[in-house]
């Protein structure tokens, strides 16, 4: 799924390894979500929205 | 590329446990190498034969529990997704090789080897894996 | 409730598993014949023999396929439970009946029944699994 993952990154000036530390995943986890490979999972992408302070809709794409 | 490595206690408590159940297996299997060429007879050749096995199994339950509490879902997917392509591999060689044993006269597959065939496919599987989500 | 096919990548996935089992059948029985009657030698037998294996093998890669396909993320991750509570036990039984052959002398067992024995253990994991979400 499409996302702007690197761009709140870039933001932060966060690593890969960075955000996957304050995750609690591993950083192959962020490469592949960040790349668009891999979905989270329901509690995962609200960890990620409660983390850039956002909601999901704003970090992800649905391409329908 | 960096490991994936659950270093929760959790994750080290299981490690430990799957070499400890290692040990085991190679102690038990020594055990009875040693003694089964006394060549026990009956119920209790199969329960002496039964001990090395339980070894092994006792390192899959390890192994799937310590699967079963990997807290980050990815390499959880990925570690599903390299099981099950190996399962696919190790029993397309089981069945191909029955048959062949079965109408060509092929030599025999020791069930045994079932399982470190499984395990090779797996290291392979695993690297492909990864491979398509780097 | 679980058992109704939902959706035409699992009506597909029914039906190709059933014409494998019996594509498999029919090229054993024609395998068998032509050993009986045609005594083939070498490379030729080999080829004959391994004809009943190819509907398994196909069988088993359209179910990995397939669970790329289906949508419903829920029914693959039951099938997925399964697969890997079949691949437990079909490794725990043939690594305990290669103990038991190599060192009690159990009776030899053909490798051929590796795979159904495999989707047994699937069964009775689905079984298990489907419990947990009474």
């Given amino acids: 799924m499409k996302n702007r993952l690197r761009v709140l990154r870039a933001e932060r000036e966060w690593s890969q390894a960075d ?9 192959q986890s962020v490469n592949a979500i960040e790349t668009g490979k891999f979905d989270p999972s329901l509690p995962l992408a609200f960890k990620l929205a409660r983390l850039f302070e956002t909601t999901i809709e704003a970090i992800f794409t649905d391409e329908n | 590329m960096e490991r994936k490595i659950d270093n929760s206690a959790l994750g080290r408590y299981k490690k430990r446990m799957l070499a400890l159940m290692v040990v085991l297996a190679l102690v038990s299997q020594l ?3 040693e003694y089964i060429h006394n060549h026990p007879t009956g119920v209790l050749a199969y329960m002496l034969a039964v001990l ?3 070894s092994f199994i006792g390192i899959m339950v390890t192994y799937g529990l310590y699967i079963a509490e990997l807290k980050d879902e990815f390499v959880r997917t990925v570690v599903k997704t390299s099981l099950l392509w190996s399962i696919v591999a190790t029993l397309s060689v089981t069945t191909l090789w029955g048959f062949l044993e079965l109408l060509a006269n092929a030599p025999h597959l020791q069930p045994l080897l079932v399982l470190p065939i499984f395990g090779i496919f797996l290291g392979i599987t695993t690297a492909l894996v990864n491979r398509r989500y780097e | 409730m679980y058992c ?3 959706n035409p990548a699992e009506r597909r996935y029914v039906i190709r598993m059933w014409v494998s089992a019996a594509l498999c059948v029919l090229f054993s029985t024609v395998a068998a014949l032509v050993f009986r009657l045609g ?5 030729l037998a080999y080829l004959v023999a391994v004809l009943p294996a190819l509907p398994i093998m196909g069988a088993l890669v359209y179910t990995g ?16 439970q399964s697969l890997l509570g079949g691949t437990g036990g079909i490794l725990a039984a043939t690594t305990a009946w290669g103990y038991m052959e190599d060192f009690a002398h159990a009776p030899h067992a053909d490798l051929i029944w590796v795979y159904p024995l495999f989707w047994a ?14």
């Fill in chain 3, 4 to 6: 109704s096919i939902k």
């Fill in chain 3, 39 to 43: 005594h083939p030698h070498g490379v």
């Fill in chain 2, 52 to 54: 090395p096995a339980l």
């Fill in chain 3, 121 to 134: 253990f699937a069964g009775i994991s689905y079984g298990l699994v489907r419990l947990r979400y009474r």
């Fill in chain 3, 65 to 80: 396929v397939y669970l790329g396909e289906e949508k419903d993320e829920f029914q693959r991750n039951l099938l997925v």
């Fill in chain 2, 31 to 33: 055990v009875f190498w």
């Fill in chain 1, 19 to 27: 955000l996957a530390l304050r995750l609690e995943v591993s950083r």
